[in-house]
Antibody, heavy 122, light 110 residues
Framework: EVQLLESGGGLVQPGGSLRLSCAAS????????MSWVRQAPGKGLEWVSI????????FYADSVKGRFTISRDNSKNTLYLQMNSLRAEDTAVYYC???????????????WGQGTLVTVSS | QSVLTQPPSVSAAPGQKVTISCSGS????????LSWYQQLPGTAPKLLIY???ERPSGIPDRFSGSKSDTSGTLDITGLQTGDEADYYC???????????FGGGTKLTVL
């Protein structure tokens, strides 16, 4: 059974940094791309970033480009999201999601974690 | 503004059928397949439909999807109170090099 467990969320001041982690199990991690999707309180889903199974291809939403960095450690079956220069509008629940292929061009995510809440506020 | 357009809300009585629409453009739904997600209150999204009309194992056949050109639909038949949730469509946008979602549709089963 696929399991995705996010951690690292919390309260951070504007301009601060935070690193999210997503521990994966139940599948061969490096065979699949992975992604981050966020949801602001009371709002819809917003895709954030995606990384290929090998880690050599990444894409970002314009809203986070230059501030967020997605990465993965296939030896630890873990996905990361380094978030810098955080803004109030980055406040959201951040979900990690599994891509059904090793690449990044996907129209769906077949498994989702339970999410971790990031609050950016002074 | 979301790249894909969905109605904010739909409603129907138990046992009835509801259709949720999703409209896009040539660079997203015109070139790529469509997916749908169900998000029950307080939970993570769950994949309902992929490849326009395929259901993951465990998803009942009351849920069905279709796509034509730059728009698609999610049909839910035999509505149950447990179907009350937010529903999102999603796809890849080849111009943006990004996954895109609709704004979500809240289903109320009256």
């Amino acid at each position: 059974e696929v399991q995705l467990l996010e951690s690292g969320g919390g309260l951070v001041q504007p301009g601060g940094s935070l690193r999210l982690s997503c521990a994966a199990s139940g599948f061969t991690f490096d065979n699949y791309g992975m992604s981050w999707v966020r949801q602001a309180p009371g709002k819809g889903l917003e895709w954030v970033s995606i990384i290929s199974g090998s880690g050599d291809t990444t894409f970002y939403a314009d809203s986070v480009k230059g501030r967020f960095t997605i990465s993965r450690d296939n030896s630890k079956n873990t996905l990361y999201l380094q978030m810098n220069s955080l803004r109030a509008e980055d406040t959201a629940v951040y979900y990690c999601a599994k891509v059904p292929i090793s690449g990044v061009v996907t129209h769906y995510f077949d498994s989702w974690g339970q999410g971790t809440l990031v609050t950016v506020s002074s | 503004q979301s790249v894909l357009t969905q109605p904010p809300s739909v409603s129907a009585a138990p046992g009835q059928k509801v259709t949720i629409s999703c409209s896009g453009s040539r660079s997203n739904l015109g070139m790529n397949l469509l997916s749908w997600y169900q998000q029950l209150p307080g939970t993570a999204p769950k994949l309902l439909i992929y490849d326009n009309n395929e259901r993951p194992s465990g998803i009942p056949d009351r849920f069905s999807g279709s796509k034509s050109d730059t728009s698609g639909t999610l049909d839910i038949t035999g509505l149950q109170t447990g179907d009350e949730a937010d529903y999102y469509c999603g796809t890849w946008d080849s111009s943006l090099s990004a996954v895109v979602f609709g704004g979500g549709t809240k289903l109320t089963v009256l």
